[in-house]
Every structure is written in structure tokens, then in C-alpha cells.
């Protein structure tokens, strides 16, 4: 079983920068792509971005492209979401995801496992 656990949220200003991580464990992730997910009091959940943990390739929403960068720690089956340039549309509960496949994609129907989410806050 697959468990995924988020943490590195918290409280930053506007233009500021924080990382949040996701650990895994239950499985090596070689065939899994891994991504972050975000959503906000009565909106869907939305994709921000994901890699596939096998070939390191990588995949951003337009809304992050350029500011956030996502990355993996083989030796410590690790993912982390770095975030910089953050605006207040950034706040959000932030969640890892995994499945088991090497190929992208950004519906959260093709995610079978989830982390319980970080608070991240960006104020003006």
C-alpha cells in the first residue's frame, strides 16, 4: 500500500518562496509518476504539476510554469514542490499524488493514491 505524506506548508508573503515535500512509502516509485495537486475552499481540485519518477520528465499547469519546480530524491523516495514567486492565488491545501504509470497525465481520476495536504498561505 502506497503512503504518501505531505509536509513544508505554512505561511510566506507575497514574492516569497517555500518547498513542500512528499514522501512515499509502500513501494519503489520507479514506474509511478508522482504529482501535486491543489484546491481551495469550493473549487475542484486542480493540477499543478508532476513527474515521472522512472525518467525524471516533468509537467507543469500553465499558472505555475516558469515559478514552481518539481523534483525527486531517489535515495530517499522523496518529492518536493519548490515555489517561488508566490502570489496569493498560490494559497491553497496542497496534495501529492501517485500512480502507477510512467506517463503524465493531470485528472485527479487517474491518481490512486493521495496524501492528506499541506496548508500553503500567501499573503499581500
Known amino acids: 500500500q502506497v503512503q504518501l505524506v505531505e509536509s513544508g506548508g505554512g505561511l510566506v508573503q507575497a514574492g516569497g518562496s517555500l518547498r513542500v515535500s512528499c514522501a512515499g512509502s509502500?513501494?519503489?516509485?520507479?514506474?509511478?509518476?508522482i504529482a501535486w495537486f491543489r484546491q481551495t475552499p469550493g473549487k475542484e481540485r486542480e493540477f499543478v504539476a508532476a513527474?515521472?519518477?522512472?525518467?525524471?520528465?516533468?509537467y507543469y499547469a500553465d499558472s505555475v510554469k516558469g515559478r514552481f519546480t518539481i523534483s525527486r530524491d531517489n535515495t530517499k523516495n522523496t518529492m518536493y514542490l519548490q515555489m517561488n514567486s508566490l502570489k496569493p492565488e498560490d494559497t491553497a491545501v496542497y496534495y501529492c499524488?501517485?500512480?502507477?504509470?510512467?506517463?503524465?497525465?493531470?485528472?485527479?481520476?487517474?491518481?490512486?493514491?493521495w496524501g492528506s495536504g499541506t496548508q500553503v498561505t500567501v499573503s499581500s
Open positions: 509502500g513501494r519503489t516509485f520507479s514506474t509511478y509518476t
Open positions: 499524488a501517485a500512480r502507477n504509470s510512467r506517463w503524465i497525465v493531470t485528472t485527479t481520476r487517474d491518481y490512486n493514491y
Open positions: 513527474i515521472s519518477w522512472g525518467d525524471g520528465s516533468t
